[in-house]
């Protein structure tokens, strides 16, 4: 969420900003509509202050044993008008709040504008992509072949989106959560976490998915709690309402959740295979940090995402993503890319992002920079540590064989109980 008084104080500064997010109009509005709640805000102060002044002059004219009747009347119209201003100021706060919580986080200054991907950067690359001496199959091919991955039962069981992880598949889907958990925790200082993977609609709130997002979510019927589409979400939330100490940031923590999401406007975008479901398992890194040293987080996220990829040997680009295509709460994002030889082309399998105060002030964490000094925002990040089913994707496309089997990536084997090869 925006500062308001930032709104109010660099109008100009905040709507170039929206500009680049290609949401102009919106603050226009706001500050409309802010001026008239203020100005009845003045009103209704003055009209309070009155009444208090007249009810204290009638309790001084009835002990005179004067005639108060008129002053009361006045008291009582003066009532009515407060309870009517009260009323439109709840309204305008209603509006205002929920105008506020859709508008974006302003892009960095370093952030390319742009209106979609077609503006993002390329930083850098790792690894070559793989020449193969044969027709390369893809993984929703491979899977299958394999008996390990089946999408027609899964149908069965779900509808479409969903998959079926069988034997060796279903063991290399929990080696690369494993797997990564480990090197996150034990490397990188993250402490792990297993949240639940259902939250209330203030932790939504928190984060950023509502209100704008509500049709991206799975709500429970009959209940204000939603399946995670992440676990940013309540990673990020278990700091909400709390005041933190100086000592207690840098705070890392990580986890591992199946992640739930709807997927509305998405039809036709890779509908085949593990890229794109209504279900997925991802090992999800965050932080909260102080305000001064965030952006140094980021970089340090970024390479602690890229990292297990690179002891998987498989091939990525990381591009820093325009200001039309970021997330929502995000101030920059970096997107890591593995090469997957299906579509001959890079594909995202973590976004590595940098809020700033966005999150952090609708779930009001904050921390005390010194013993006894101003309480300020925490500036919160997150990444993917990474997408898992992706990750299956990439190395059965990656690290296919002539004869349909695929080699397990080395650092995968003690968690697959030594298997090196996953064969028809």
């Known amino acids: 969420m925006l500062d308001v008084k930032r709104l109010r104080a660099n109008p100009e500064k905040i709507e170039n900003g929206l500009k680049k997010r290609n949401m102009s109009g919106i603050l226009d509005k706001f500050l409309v509509y802010d001026e008239q709640k203020r100005n009845l805000l003045t009103k209704s102060e003055e009209l309070k202050s009155f009444r208090n002044r007249a009810s204290q002059e009638v309790a001084r004219l009835s002990k005179a044993g ?23 100021l709840k309204e305008l706060d209603d509006l205002l709040q929920d105008m506020l919580l859709r508008m974006p986080n302003i892009p960095h200054e370093s952030v390319p504008v742009g209106e979609d ?69 034990s490397k990188h200082g993250y402490q792990e976490i297993f949240p639940p993977f259902m939250v209330g609609s203030h932790c939504m709130l928190g984060t950023g998915q509502l209100p704008k ?13 939603y399946l995670i589409p992440t676990a940013e979400v309540p990673l990020t939330n278990l700091f909400r309402e709390e005041i933190l ?80 295509d970021m997330g929502f709460s995000s101030a920059k994002t970096y ?25 952090a002030r609708r779930a009001n964490i904050r921390y005390r920079p010194e013993p006894k000094g ?39 084997r003690p968690y697959m109980g030594g298997v090196e090869v996953i064969t028809k």
């Open 66 to 88: 004067k005639d108060t009747e008129e002053l009361k009347e006045q008291i009582r119209r003066t009532g009515q008008d407060i309870k009517e201003m009260d009323s439109e």
């Open 117 to 185: 991907d077609k503006s993002n950067v390329e930083i850098r690359r790792w690894g070559q992509p793989v020449a193969f001496d044969f027709e390369p199959q893809a993984h929703w091919d491979i899977g299958p072949d394999l008996d390990i991955l089946d999408f027609e039962r899964a149908a069965k069981l779900s509808g479409a989106r969903f998959t079926v992880y069988k034997g060796l598949g279903a063991r290399l889907e929990r080696a690369v959560i494993n797997f990564y958990l480990d090197v996150h925790t």
């Open 213 to 225: 997002f509500a049709d991206d979510m799975f709500k429970i019927e009959g209940r204000d709690m």
């Open 245 to 324: 100490e100086s000592k207690d940031l840098p705070t890392y923590v990580t986890a591992y959740t199946a992640c739930f999401r709807a997927e509305a406007g998405s039809h036709g975008r890779d509908t085949r295979g593990v890229i794109r479901q209504h279900q997925f398992n991802k090992v999800e890194m965050v932080k909260l940090v102080a305000p001064q040293t965030s952006y140094d987080e980021l970089e340090k996220l970024t390479n602690d995402a890229e990292e297990v990829l690179q002891l998987l040997g498989l091939p990525y680009r990381v591009v820093l993503l325009s200001s039309g």
């Open 335 to 359: 997107d890591i890319e593995v090469w997957m030889p299906s579509y001959n082309d890079y594909k995202e399998i973590s976004s590595c992002s940098n809020c700033e105060d966005f999150q």
């Open 374 to 412: 101003k309480l300020q925002y925490v500036h919160t990040l997150n990444g993917s540590g990474v997408a898992v089913g992706r990750t299956i994707a990439a190395i059965l496309e990656n690290y296919q064989q002539e004869d349909g089997s695929v080699i397990v990536p080395e650092v995968l």
